[in-house]
Antibody
Framework: QITLKESGPTLVKPTQTLTLTCTFS??????????VGWIRQPPGKALEWLAL???????RFSPSLRSRLTVTKDTSKNQVVLTMTNMDPVDTATYYC????????????WGQGTLVTVSS | QSVLTQPPSASETPGQRVTISCSGS????????VNWYLQLPGTAPKLLIY???QRPSGVPDRFSGSKSGTSASLAISGLHSEDEAEYYC???????????FGTGTKVTVL
């Protein structure tokens, strides 16, 4: 059974750095073709892809947010960490991590999401 | 910044068929396969269709996908009240070098 769960602060102040951890089970991030992605969803709005890290440590980022994002993996802990710098109230959203398959270029399992509010 | 365009809403009565469109471009749908996700209120998205037409295990065959050129469609036949949800299309975009999502369509069962 594949599960993913996001963890991190629920409230951050403007200009602060957000650090979110995705802890997963049921698959390995050392398996060829596997990745973990981050997607966010502002309240009442659409899904927005943020970042993707592959089994071979290749990384992809949303061009509009690339300068603010970092993504790393710890395969021994089955974790992926996303950091986003210089947070702003417009970054208030539910942040999801999801398992990605390069076989068909999509996210097949999602975490429950974590709501992050940016406010002073 | 959704790159794929969907109608904001669609509605139909129970038992009927509803179709949702997803319009993209040559850099995404035109060159890559399309996936569809279902998001029930207050929950995380769930994979509904992958590789244009494939259904993951457990997804009823009432749900079907298709693709033509730079557009794709999701059809839901025999509509149930529990199908009320937001539906998103997605595809890899070669220009952005990452996945892109649609604007989302809210399906209402009248």
């Amino acid at each position: 059974q594949i599960t993913l769960k996001e963890s991190g602060p629920t409230l951050v102040k403007p200009t602060q750095t957000l650090t979110l951890t995705c802890t997963f089970s049921g698959f390995s991030l050392t398996t060829s073709g596997v990745g973990v992605g981050w997607i966010r969803q502002p309240p009442g709005k659409a899904l927005e892809w943020l970042a993707l890290i592959y089994w071979d440590d290749d990384k992809r980022f949303s061009p509009s947010l690339r300068s603010r994002l970092t993504v790393t993996k710890d395969t021994s802990k089955n974790q992926v960490v996303l950091t986003m710098t210089n947070m702003d109230p417009v970054d208030t959203a539910t942040y999801y991590c999801a398992a990605y398959s390069s076989n068909w270029y999509g996210f097949d399992f999602w975490g429950q999401g974590t709501l992050v509010t940016v406010s002073s | 910044q959704s790159v794929l365009t969907q109608p904001p809403s669609a509605s139909e009565t129970p038992g009927q068929r509803v179709t949702i469109s997803c319009s993209g471009s040559n850099s995404n749908i035109g060159r890559n396969t399309v996936n569809w996700y279902l998001q029930l209120p207050g929950t995380a998205p769930k994979l509904l269709i992958y590789s244009n037409i494939q259904r993951p295990s457990g997804v009823p065959d009432r749900f079907s996908g298709s693709k033509s050129g730079t557009s794709a469609s999701l059809a839901i036949s025999g509509l149930h009240s529990e199908d009320e949800a937001e539906y998103y299309c997605a595809a890899w975009d070669d220009s952005l070098n990452g996945p892109v999502f649609g604007t989302g369509t809210k399906v209402t069962v009248l």
